[in-house]
T-cell receptor, first 109, second 117 residues
Framework: AQRVTQPEKLLSVFKGAPVELKCNYS??????LFWYVQYSRQRLQLLLR??SRESIKGFTADLNKGETSFHLKKPFAQEEDSAMYYC???????????FGTGTRLKVLA | NAGVMQNPRHLVRRRGQEARLRCSPM?????VYWYRQLPEEGLKFMVY????????ESGMPKERFSAEFPKEGPSILRIQQVVRGDSAAYFC???????????????FGNGTRLTVT
């Protein structure tokens, strides 16, 4: 069964501290992983996708097929990073997206 | 491009009434997705539609819920005989299919918050 698990509902860190938002998935085929972000009073938007191997706003995420994980990382958190983060999974050949329950990141001054 | 437009933003219905939620995808997008977000929960997939076709409705409750995406006009999520448990935020997303999912990210609307009294 397709499943995305984000174990932390809330993650609080101080400004300048490293951040890691965890995401584990379960999928029998070839997964495609994404991180979406929702800032306060804004709509959900794509942050990054695993295939791009890009860094967006200082965030990176590496797909680890052995551990079935796609953790989101940033070395130095900023206050403007405070938002709700969702990990999402789709499968090659399908366009159905499954989302995790989300992690609220709070960056404290 | 105005982005994905959902209306209304807020909808209040009494138990037993019908709720109609509308979603206009981004220009050029032919695929629409509906998600439900219950309080304190994540986004739950409901249905995925292409113009005039339902591709995957595995997340839709079997009764009272239906969705359509006609050739002309917005996609409609219809909930008949609403109950208190239907109170949630309903999000629509659209995409243009281009190869793989990685090339076809979702663009979300602002959601419709349904309250059943």
């Amino acid at each position: 069964a397709q499943r995305v698990t984000q174990p932390e509902k809330l993650l609080s860190v101080f400004k300048g501290a490293p951040v890691e938002l965890k995401c584990n998935y379960s999928y029998s085929g070839s997964p495609e992983l994404f991180w979406y972000v929702q800032y306060s009073r804004q709509r959900l938007q794509l942050l990054l996708r695993h295939i791009s191997r890009e860094s967006i706003k200082g965030f990176t995420a590496d797909l680890n097929k052995g551990e079935t994980s796609f953790h989101l990382k940033k070395p130095f958190a900023q206050e403007e990073d405070s938002a709700m983060y969702y990990c999402a999974l789709s499968g090659r050949g399908t366009y159905k997206y499954i989302f995790g329950t989300g992690t609220r990141l709070k960056v404290l001054a | 491009n105005a982005g994905v437009m959902q209306n209304p933003r807020h909808l209040v219905r009494r138990r037993g009434q019908e709720a109609r939620l509308r979603c206009s995808p981004m220009k050029g997008h032919s695929h629409v997705y509906w998600y439900r977000q219950l309080p304190e929960e994540g986004l739950k997939f409901m249905v995925y539609l292409q113009k005039e076709n339902i591709i995957d409705e595995s997340g839709m409750p079997k009764e009272r819920f239906s969705a359509e995406f006609p050739k002309e006009g917005p996609s409609i999520l219809r909930i008949q005989q609403v109950v208190r448990g239907d109170s949630a935020a309903y999000f629509c997303a659209s995409s243009v299919i281009s190869g793989t999912a990685n090339n076809s990210p979702l663009h979300f609307g602002n959601g419709t918050r349904l309250t059943v009294t």
